[in-house]
């Protein structure tokens, strides 16, 4: 392979042409395709000619389809880089931030948010965002030291926060007669159906900023992998690193699961396909997770909205059904 | 004589546990150094201190002349380069990429390859002998080229000092011979200061300037190694039957293990 940087910049720039256009179709098939059938161009021609369009047409696009697709390039493109982080700061291929746990500590801050009567921005992102935190520092607390880089010690610590977060989200599930968590099981399996522009776009502006700051730290990400010892003896300031990129994190993450819920295993899939294909280089790797998890998030949301013959299904039913089986073969190839 | 490494009254502990005590010594730039003694002697702990890995808890540390606290961690990994125990658990990198990662002290921080770095990364893989490995990936290469390629990484950072820990450790006869005359070549063509920690006397004899022998994070003796590896010191340091001649390659001390089945009652 050529090294030499204007090669990887056009390599880089070429790389994410490709996959902007792969995500441009993936949203033009979420666009178009639903109960109501409409055909790719004229949901199209609705889009960037609105004044001319058919209303009925126009209301669907612009109003349920348009929000629901972006919410979801969006959130497939946080979750795809939260996996790629913590697999790095952890240099462990099965690290994920629902496996991990840290979603359902979100989880657990959006419904105290919820239950407190806060709005979603920003009352309920920072009780998520206050969650997510604890999650992480149980976590870490846990399994300190060099055990959790063993995936065992990793994976069992996850396991029993999720269930401990679980049992803390039934339980005020279950106290609460309120009717605003009427719909919480169906957003607890990720559901990207309640949005609408300007939230959508609120988001988009928080997380932006947070996708810079990780590519910022993409090369210090590459100097991690050889190590704790090595990356701190070619200059790399490892404790200010790793609490940048977790707590930048954990925000990011935060802020999707107070949209969307629990959408999991989209950081699990779409890293380590791009490891694959693409080698372990994370500078070339943030930007190809953004768009690989934004693509990949919109085509399970539309296999989720059309599969089913009556209604819809939450988008994490279909990244489950597809990440899980994929875990469960990494985990066990990893044993070799 | 200009020092690579002044230390004076230096002295770590784990909680209540003291691990290396009151220790001063200084190394001459251009020397091979070697740091031997039995297991839980403080070796690794010493290395890692003088790397800048941990931070002391007492004494003082001069790097070049300069205390360490002086320079900051970018600035300390341009003089001075670290090859720690063990291999890289990651994702792995091709060896070009890997050698590559040596350069980033001297980068900005997205680590983008100038014609300078990638000429830098090609010499220092010849001269480490695994150019013909270039597009392998490193964790398919023997334990022995691995070393030679973290051994290039730390040499791409154009380290005045390099320090490494057990650089020979669990290689066959071969390895380890290609890495200690590594050693010496950086030695004798860049005059770079060589430290390390090893396990094995003899080696240490043929190849180090200076010896610093360690017990119980003291030092029992520091000197050439006709100095430190005589019969008396060596017995009551690692507390079993050996002896010591001369080696057949000239005045060297060499050690010879004796099993008790070799012992007069």
Known sequence: MNLNSEHHISRLAWLSLILLGVLLIAISLGLSIGPTQSGLRSALATLFSPGESDPVLYRIVWGIRLPRVLLATIVGATLSLGGLVFQALLRNPLAEPFILGVSGGSAIGAIIGILLGLSRFPGICFTSFLGSLGTLALILIMSTGKSILRKDALLLSGVMVNAFCSAIIMFLVSITQDARLHNIIFWLMGDLSASDLPQVAILGAILIPCFVIVFVFSHAMNLLMMGKDMALSMGINIRAVTLVLLIVTSFMVSATVSFSGLVGFVGLVIPHLLRLVLGPDHRILVPASLFGGAAYLVLCDLLARTLPQQGEMPAGVITALIGAPLFIILLKRSRK | ?265
Not at chain 2, 6 to 21: C, E, I, K, M, R
Not at chain 2, 189 to 217: F, I, P, R, W
Not at chain 2, 244 to 265: A, C, E, H, I, Y
């Open chain 2, 1 to 265: 004589m200009k020092s690579a490494f002044a230390v004076n009254h230096l002295s770590y502990a784990y909680g209540s546990q003291p691990v290396v005590q009151r220790l001063s010594f200084s190394i001459a730039r251009g020397e091979i150094f070697i740091i031997i003694g039995p297991n839980g002697a403080g070796k690794t702990t010493l290395i890692k201190l003088m790397a800048g890995i941990i931070k002391r808890q007492r004494g003082r540390i001069d790097v070049l002349q300069k205390s360490i606290d002086s320079y900051s961690q970018k600035k300390l990994a341009q003089v001075l380069a670290y090859v720690p125990q063990g291999l890289p658990v990651g994702f792995p990198f091709s060896v070009e990429e890997t050698v590559l990662l040596g350069r980033a002290p001297h980068q900005k921080v997205l680590g983008l390859a100038s014609a300078e770095d990638l000429e830098i990364v090609r010499q220092t893989m010849a001269f480490t002998e695994v150019d013909h490995l270039a597009r392998r990936k490193l964790d398919q290469l023997s334990g022995g080229e691995q070393q030679r390629v973290l051994i290039a990484r730390a040499l791409c950072q154009q380290p005045q000092v390099i320090l490494l820990d057990e650089p020979t450790a669990s290689l066959d006869l071969s390895h380890q011979i290609r890495i200690i005359d590594l050693m010496e070549k950086l030695k004798a063509e860049k005059g770079v200061t060589v430290v390390m920690v090893s396990h094995d006397v003899n080696l240490a004899s043929m190849y180090a300037d200076q010896l610093l022998l360690l017990k119980a994070g003291k030092i029992v003796r520091m000197g050439t190694p006709s100095a430190v590896l005589n019969f008396e010191t060596l017995e009551e340091t690692y507390n079993c039957q050996l002896l010591v001649d001369s080696s057949p390659l000239g005045n060297l001390p060499r050690v010879t293990l004796v099993p008790r089945k070799f012992l007069k009652s």
